[in-house]
């Protein structure tokens, strides 16, 4: 079974602050890779995903997010946040060709200072 | 508008009772989930269902239950056998299983007395 790691839990920024949010996975396998965020009142929404080809995907809003095979990493990024980021970020991984069971995790809550 | 409803948003359970959270998209996809989301735990896979009138147990199934009669509807039971039932309920869909672009509702916070 894959499992997720975000060890960030809380992040605080000022804004114009560069942002990186640390995933990293655990699974033997090819893996599909999904950044999700939550902003205040709002549902769970995609940001970005990974399934093939380059290893630098660019999301909504400026994000990106690089996946490094060798570390089984897959971090957020943003060189420069907005107020509007303060948000909830949660990494999430399934297994290629296994359905759509996505494993999440814990979230990283960000709060974006003026 | 297109969407995931949920309802209602918030659910109060006495000992030994049994509720059901409503889940229900007019999106027209043919897979929809249930995740359970504590404090400090993220999301959980309770039950997945890819397609009508068939489901399948997510990580955490046991004390749950749901039914899928219905393309739109995926209602989610919580049992009197789920002995922590007090969480928030997200039902998400997608627009097939292969599909992993998730549509999530606004979620259920369920609490017992």
């Known amino acids: 079974a894959q499992s997720v790691s975000q060890h960030n839990h809380h992040v605080i920024l000022s804004e114009a602050a560069s942002l990186e949010l640390g995933c990293n996975y655990s699974?033997?396998?090819?893996?599909?890779l999904f950044w999700y965020v939550q902003y205040p009142g709002q549902h769970l929404q995609l940001l970005l995903k990974?399934?093939?080809?380059?290893?630098l995907v660019k999301g909504i809003k400026g994000f990106e997010a690089e996946f490094i095979k060798s570390k089984f990493s897959f971090n957020l990024r943003k060189p420069s946040v907005q107020w509007s980021d303060t948000a909830e970020y949660f990494c999430?991984?399934?297994?290629?060709?296994?359905?759509?069971?996505?494993?999440f995790g814990t979230g990283t809550q960000l709060k974006v200072e003026l | 508008d297109g969407g995931i409803t949920q309802s209602p948003k918030y659910l109060f359970r006495k000992e030994g009772q049994n509720v059901t959270l409503s889940c229900e998209q007019n999106?027209?996809?043919?897979?929809m989930y249930w995740y359970r989301q504590d404090p400090g735990q993220g999301l959980r896979l309770i039950y997945y269902?890819?397609?009508?009138?068939?489901?399948q147990k997510g990580d955490i199934a046991e004390g749950y239950s749901v039914s899928r009669e219905k393309k739109e509807s995926f209602p989610l039971t919580v049992t009197s056998a789920q002995k922590n039932p007090t969480a928030f309920y997200l039902c998400?869909?997608?627009?097939?299983?292969?599909?992993?672009?998730?549509?999530f509702g606004s979620g259920t916070q369920l609490s017992v007395l």
């Open positions: 999430a991984v399934n297994a290629q060709g296994g359905g759509n069971k996505l494993t």
């Open positions: 699974y033997g396998g090819t893996v599909n």
């Open positions: 269902s890819q397609i009508v009138n068939d489901f």
């Open positions: 990974y399934f093939s080809g380059d290893p």
């Open positions: 998400a869909s997608s627009v097939t299983a292969t599909n992993e672009k998730l549509f």
């Open positions: 999106l027209n996809h043919d897979a």
